[in-house]
């Protein structure tokens, strides 16, 4: 079986420091999310790619950049992290076939003091 | 609008008993399917179960099933003979085949807590 493996597990940042996060899945899929998770808001799709070097937006993508170079990772970036903000963000990939149920990561759950 | 609706933010039961979470969807594509996850503690999410707009048959997965009405754009998930390792939050998702076809949107979630 394969796995999806975020790094780091957790991460506390400054406000206004720019904070990478790193999904890596050797599921060998083609598309590949990031969502972000809210305390009663549910998840929030920020980026998703369809292949590699190919970037669509979600409709939470304003504040981040993403980037997939290579068909196994998919990275995140908070462009300027926000006071108190805490949220847990969701790696997940899917084949993109007639499955389609994306398999999550575990998730990196940030805090910014 | 939201397109996936799940009206209950939390939910109670004792052990033993039987639980059904709602969820609505918005849709005008004939193809799409729709999940169930759960959300562990843990920070890990797991796949429940699947239904297919197309398909007819009544999804079961052990202890998980679903009870799809399509005219009403409702899917429920029953999961039967609660554990207390149930608890968590279960979230709907809906997949639609169209010009969007990769996006996959959840639900708020429900919080479920099972009760010794």
């Known amino acids: 079986g394969g796995i999806i493996t975020q790094t780091p597990k957790f991460l506390i940042g400054q406000e206004g420091q720019k904070l990478t996060l790193k999904c890596q899945q050797n599921?060998?899929?083609?598309?590949m999310y990031w969502y972000r998770q809210d305390s009663g808001k549910g998840l929030r799709l920020i980026y998703y790619?369809?292949?590699?070097?190919?970037?669509q937006k979600g409709d939470l993508s304003e504040g981040y950049d993403a980037s997939r170079e290579k068909k196994s990772s998919f990275s995140l970036t908070v462009t300027s992290a926000q006071k108190n903000e805490m949220a847990v963000f969701l790696c997940a990939s899917s084949d993109g076939g007639t499955n389609q149920a994306p398999l999550f990561g575990e998730g990196t759950r940030l805090s910014v003091l | 609008a939201e397109k996936v609706i799940q009206v209950w933010s939390t939910a109670s039961r004792q052990e033993g008993e039987e639980l059904t979470l709602d969820c609505s969807y918005e849709?005008?594509?004939?193809?799409?399917?729709l999940f169930w996850y759960k959300h562990l503690l843990s920070g890990e999410m797991v796949f429940l179960i699947r239904?297919?707009?197309?398909?007819?048959a009544k999804e079961r997965s052990g202890r998980y099933s679903v009870v799809f009405q399509k005219s009403l754009k409702s899917i429920s998930l029953i999961i039967s003979a609660l554990q207390p390792d149930d608890s968590g939050k279960y979230f709907c998702?809906?997949?639609?085949?169209?010009?969007?076809?990769?996006?996959?949107?959840f639900g708020k979630g429900t919080h479920l807590h099972v009760l010794p």
């Open positions: 849709t005008s594509q004939v193809l799409y399917h």
């Open positions: 599921f060998n899929h083609d598309t």
């Open positions: 998702a809906l997949w639609e085949k169209g010009t969007n076809a990769h996006k996959v949107i």
């Open positions: 790619s369809i292949t590699e070097n190919d970037l």
């Open positions: 239904q297919t707009s197309s398909s007819t």
